[in-house]
């Protein structure tokens, strides 16, 4: 009987200690920073291909007439 | 690197809205939101202008300034872009913004406020490139196609232009000297008109 109470106390203290842990998803904003996830088009847009193909793709279809 | 901008030729713009039927078409824009607008000025008055207005991907944005949750970052090239998963729709943007680009999307009932939207310069957001989830968010990602904002490679007249800014200076400058002077449609003679 007494080893039941133990056990039920143990796992009531779990339970009730289980709301004290810490997430790891919370975001800490600062100012100025972007922290969520990167965006692949921002490598995309550094390779010297990708400003060719835009600036190609101007002298397309954006040039006057 | 290039940086990206648009101009909008004041003395081209025939106020057709083809911009703006183009980009609600090409991202499926929801009713309400428009991300690109033609403003006119003294409409109706002989001598009208129209200048199409969205987005303009500020060097220094306002809107990037303001954010609580600081959701917006710019690609090496200048395209302002956003995160509406971080997006809390607060409006701060909106009110930080000079050109009232920042749109709401009504989120449900009693015009309950959804996350922010605005122009991408057709750049999508920061899910995989032309991914189902990035185009249902953001809209088509026609510049990891290598493509350029379809507003202005629809604009039947050229007056909207999209691209590298020293290109599109160029551009602006050729025309300029051909007409032979700058329009008077902003600049001291429009602001300080009685």
């Known amino acids: 009987m007494r080893s039941r109470w133990l056990v039920g106390f143990v796992m009531a203290g779990v339970v009730a200690l289980a709301g004290c842990s810490k997430s790891a998803d919370v975001t800490l904003y600062e100012p100025g920073v972007y922290k969520g996830p990167v965006d692949p088009l921002v490598e995309k847009q550094r390779s010297p291909q990708q400003q060719e193909a835009l600036l190609a793709r101007f002298n397309q279809v954006q040039t006057d007439r | 690197m290039a940086r ?47 200048i199409s207005v969205a987005c303009m991907h500020c060097t220094d944005a306002p809107c990037a300034a303001v954010c609580p949750v600081d959701c917006f970052y710019t690609t090496s090239d200048g395209i302002v872009l956003h995160n509406k998963d971080l997006c809390i729709g607060c409006g701060y943007c909106f009110y930080a913004c000079p050109f009232g680009a920042p749109q709401y999307p009504q989120a449900s009932a009693f015009g309950v406020r959804g996350k922010m939207d605005k122009c991408t310069f057709c ?16 809209g088509r990602n026609r510049i990891a196609e290598g493509k350029l904002p379809l507003c202005a490679e629809m604009c039947a007249t050229k007056a909207l232009v999209a691209g590298d800014g020293d290109v599109v200076a160029d551009i602006y400058r050729k025309r300029v000297l051909k007409r032979g002077g700058r329009p008077q449609t902003w600049g001291w003679e429009t602001a300080y008109k009685a």
């Open chain 2, 123 to 138: 750049a999508g957001g920061p899910e995989a490139d032309g991914s189902a989830e990035e185009e249902k968010k953001y």
């Open chain 2, 4 to 50: 990206m901008k648009f101009l909008c030729d004041a003395e081209r713009c025939i106020e057709c809205n083809g911009c703006v039927t183009a980009c609600k078409n090409e991202h499926e824009v929801p009713w309400g939101v428009n991300r690109r607008r033609v403003v006119t000025l003294d409409d109706g008055v002989p001598g009208e202008k129209s």
